[in-house]
């Protein structure tokens, strides 16, 4: 996540640093992204976290990032309740999903023994901030779109179904595509048509 990120949540939502750092913290350490809890030991065992998350904790439920109707006794990342109009705009704003997708995407392929890059962006897009919001906004900042997505490309690898870029990958919505394969029990019946127009 960028400075300017970073600036813009705090502007809009009036959020501080530790409310901010609190919150990606928390997303971190959810089951779905990865369960990446020793950020949110760290910070409360060595960075007084302890005694700041109950205030941080009701600050973000009146500013109403955190359901207000939602009190636990202990805080569990998985089961926080945000605001659904906060999480489109989070992952909006962060490209998070871009950068995922990105990150887990092959990044090249070997035809007739020349070697293909899959995930070049470069002839579209300036950097990956862009083609991460570019991926976010195509997909409408639905992290449940995006899950379907990262599981239809993780089948995708498995099958060695992916013969195509990530840009043709996104405008085309290929995941429709490979869950069409995996519907009809097609993996195997994929011809030579290779497209890469990356």
Request: contains cysteine; proline residues 2%.
């Amino acid at each position: 996540m960028t400075l300017k990120t970073v600036l813009n949540l705090e502007s809009k939502y009036k959020l501080t640093a530790d409310e901010i750092q609190l919150i990606y913290m928390t997303f971190l350490a959810q089951e779905e992204n990865g369960s990446h809890t020793e950020y949110l030991k760290q910070w409360l065992e060595q960075c007084d976290g302890q005694t700041k998350l109950r205030s941080l904790f009701e600050s973000l439920k009146e500013k109403g990032i955190i359901k207000k109707n939602y009190n636990p006794e202990k805080f569990i990342p998985d089961e926080i309740e945000f605001n659904q109009s906060f999480l489109k705009n989070w992952i909006k704003q962060t490209g998070e999903l871009g950068y995922e997708l990105f990150k887990e995407y092959p990044s090249h392929m070997l035809i007739n023994g020349k070697l293909y890059p899959l995930n070049n962006y470069a002839k579209r897009f300036v950097n990956l901030d862009e083609f991460a919001f570019y991926y976010s906004a195509t997909i409408k900042h639905s992290a449940e779109t995006h899950k379907k997505v990262m599981e239809m490309l993780k089948y995708g690898k498995e099958h060695d179904l992916i013969r195509f870029g990530i840009l043709e990958w996104v405008a085309s919505q290929k995941w429709n595509f490979i869950e069409e394969l995996k519907n009809n029990g097609a993996e195997n019946l994929i011809a030579d048509s290779i497209l890469l127009e990356d």
